[in-house]
């Protein structure tokens, strides 16, 4: 069993910053892909950014430049860096982790909430 938790979000002006955190505890193997998704009322969950089963760092149109997805290997920690937050960036984002062949284990965080308001 995988546990993700995330941590860091809150109220933030428009134009400030959060960085969020997402920890994965457990038995934790053969990482097929890892990152962020991101939730807004009365809309579907959509991707914001991950860490490919290639390495690589996929990030959705509305965040490129903006946000920066990192990770600490050793602390099994994957972090997402929001810059020039907008209000349509209000959501709660949660953390996913695919393990197994072909990242057929899914695991979800229990999110946490980003509100940008004035």
């Known amino acids: 069993q995988v546990h993700l938790v995330e941590s860091g979000g809150g109220l933030v002006q428009p134009g400030g910053s959060l960085r969020l955190s997402c920890a994965a505890s457990?038995?934790?193997?053969?990482?097929?892909?890892m990152g962020w998704y991101r939730q807004a009322p009365g809309q579907q969950r959509e991707l914001v950014a991950i860490f490919t089963s290639g390495g690589s760092t996929n990030y959705a149109d509305f965040v490129k430049g903006r946000f920066t997805i990192s990770r600490d290997n050793a602390k099994n920690t994957v972090y997402l860096q929001m810059n020039i937050l907008k209000p349509e960036d209000t959501a709660v984002y949660y953390c996913n982790a695919k393990m197994g062949l072909l990242g057929k284990y899914v695991y979800w965080g229990q999110g946490t909430q980003v509100a940008v308001s004035s």
């Open positions: 457990g038995i934790i193997s053969s990482v097929y892909d």
